[in-house]
């Protein structure tokens, strides 16, 4: 799977932020959907503050004023409850690095991954990006077309409810694309 195409997809449904926000699930996050699962997973990222390096308790304070915010606002209304911010180039690799881990695991989950095609694995991997693996294995009428190459069949089952129209026919469209 090309990254070069499935991180700039991601971006534009997922979007991109320099600081800690609440996830559509709840999860405090950074960047494009990457989950800091706890405080201490904060502190193991780069934050500044106005060009210096963020403090451990500032990293801290951040984290549990974003973790107590209400869920569900949109990622800017999140802003102003923290100081701690990313640089560009650190959400880059972030992102990177989360798209090699994450194919790998839908590789250990989807034992045909790599024979699929490309478009295939895209709609996949951007499910599963959005659902967590756990939540793509539940589309059991989805797999059971992508693993029969039935990929007409996955497009007409790969609709995911509570996310924007726009991006479930795009994930359809990558099935099709697969079919050829």
Known sequence: MDPSLVIPRLGSFEGCEPYMYLCTGGKVTIG???????????????????????????????????????????????????ECRMAASDIDALIAADVTSFETSLA???PKWNTYPEPAQE??????????IGGLMKFHNMLVAVNAGQWDAA????HRQGIGEARNQQTAALFLQAAG
């Not at 390096?53 to 869920?71: F, G, H, L, M, R």
């Not at 709609?123 to 967590?132: E, H, P, Q, R």
């Not at 497009?155 to 790969?158: F, G, I, R, T, V």
Request: aromatic fraction near 8%; charge should be negative; include cysteine.
């Open 155 to 158: 497009a007409a089952q790969c």
């Open 123 to 132: 709609a996949l991997f951007d499910m599963a990006f959005n659902l967590g």
């Open 108 to 110: 250990a989950a989807l």
């Open 32 to 82: 494009v959907g990457h989950a800091i699962e706890t405080p201490a997973l904060a502190l193991t990222l780069r934050w500044s503050i106005d060009g210096r390096p963020a403090t451990t308790a500032e990293i801290q304070t951040d984290y549990a004023s974003v973790a107590a915010a209400q869920k569900g606002l949109v990622a800017t209304a999140y802003a102003p409850l923290t």
